[in-house]
């Protein structure tokens, strides 16, 4: 249900009632009329003082294309007509003096995004969020404006001596300047560099049917963050992302992220098609959290898969049921061999972090240096994990408590997997 706000049912009736002349909105109207003592003529209905209404004349308003209408509503009838109420409402807030959006500034997935929402609270609360981003881009525009008029206005400085050679910002100095295309070019020129002779890695983007809206955003986010930590590491991985389709959410929002992830120059490498119709099945490694088996050891001649999924709400094995339905072998990371995890922290990890384990163990194969990733807030402190053992065995003595602390900081911080025993 569409539920119309009571302020569009008031403004229509007050428009009704006074043979005013009123249209639906569709963009904002360069010139507002409003119209004074509206009330006159309607004693049964009271408003307070404060409230004012407004018109528009129809020739200054600008209205939507028939495209931007066809493609926010699909052609559907009902969705026109929703959407015909959606700006009449908009209209309303805004001249209420609520936080809305201005019509220009408004994309058509956002209007899509308003016609989702089913409560005017949740259209409210997108409203004051796209208003809140218009202004935070009009306060950066305004602050470049006057860094400019201040940098303009700047007394020049003189020099003590003449031919003197000044070093300070804005003047001549002895370094060269890297701007960020400089630094852009280098970042592509080394993901190049490992498409040709780095190892592969698969990040495996066929789960965007079992996500919702928010976690396909949130997993574009993380892949976007994926490929940059992946072009800033020394020795990166060639990735390869693959089961992308064209018409999935997923990749609607990733392109968002990256925008030139389709560039023929852009060192990206996007495939609709399955990783196993790219890569030898008996090199494929499923990294997946819900098997038995631990990577131990890191093998450079495998070519080890990542699943790109945000199981927030969905916390089923979804990953290991494909590497089991493909036959592929699986593996998880020795997380728990390693780390003594904290009270109500879960053991999920984002996919960039994930990236950037799998970059360290390549490049140290140490385990305790890779697993610097996950986050502190997720790991028991050596002082909380004492007090737990001193519950479990209230009868310890303090000299062995030390030992059992000291011990166990000890096995954290070694370079080798305890069990192993370490060559004289």
């Not at 574009?220 to 999935?248: G, S, T, V, W």
Request: proline share 5%; charged share 30%.
């Amino acid at each position: 249900m569409f539920n119309l706000s009571r302020n569009c049912n008031k403004l229509v009736t007050i428009c009704k009632l006074s043979s005013c002349n009123y249209t639906i909105f569709t963009k904002l109207p360069k010139k507002l009329v409003e119209t004074q003592n509206v009330t006159k003529n309607l004693p049964l209905l009271q408003f307070p003082p404060k409230i004012r209404f407004y018109c528009s004349s129809e020739s200054d308003i600008h209205t939507l294309t028939d495209e931007e209408i066809t493609e926010i509503t699909g052609g559907d009838e009902d969705q026109i007509h929703k959407l015909k109420v959606l700006l009449l409402e908009t209209e309303v807030l805004r001249q209420e003096g609520k936080p809305v959006p201005s019509p220009a500034k408004m994309k058509v997935e956002h209007w899509k995004e308003l016609l989702s929402k089913e409560t005017r609270t949740g259209r409210r609360k997108y409203l004051d969020f796209l208003f809140k981003i218009e202004k935070i881009k009009e306060n950066r525009i305004i602050k470049k404006q006057q860094k400019q008029l201040e940098r303009k206005e700047r007394p020049p400085i003189e020099q003590e001596q003449e031919g003197a050679i000044r070093y300070d910002l804005g003047h001549n100095h002895m370094f060269l300047r890297f701007y960020d295309s400089t630094m852009n070019n280098m970042y592509n020129a080394k993901l190049i560099r490992a498409m040709q002779f780095s190892q592969k890695i698969v990040i495996d983007c066929g789960y965007h049917e079992h996500m919702t809206k928010r976690e396909n955003i949130n997993c574009a986010k993380q892949l976007m963050l994926l490929f940059a930590e992946n072009r800033a590491h020394d020795d990166p991985f060639d990735i390869h992302y693959c089961n992308l389709k064209k018409d999935a959410e997923l990749e609607d929002y990733m392109h968002r992220f990256i925008p030139t992830m389709y560039d023929p120059e852009f060192p990206l490498n996007a495939h609709e098609s399955s990783y196993l119709d790219l890569f030898p099945k008996e090199n494929l490694v499923y990294l997946t959290p819900h098997c038995r088996q631990e990577l131990t050891e890191f093998d450079h001649d495998a070519t080890y898969i990542i699943g790109g999924i945000v199981d927030k709400i969905n916390n089923e094995p979804v990953s290991m049921a494909k590497a089991k339905r493909e036959g592929l072998k699986m593996a998880k990371l020795p997380l728990d061999q390693y780390l003594h995890w904290g009270s109500g922290s879960g053991k999920s990890l984002t996919l960039n972090q994930v990236l950037s384990i799998m970059l360290d163990i390549r490049m140290t194969g140490d385990w305790n240096h890779a697993l610097r990733h996950v986050p502190k807030r997720k790991i028991m402190q050596d002082d909380e994990f004492a007090m737990i053992n001193q519950r479990k065995n209230p009868w310890q003595s303090s000299r062995e408590r030390n030992y059992t602390q000291q011990s166990v900081s000890n096995n954290y911080n070694r370079k080798t997997p305890p069990g192993d025993q370490i060559a004289p």
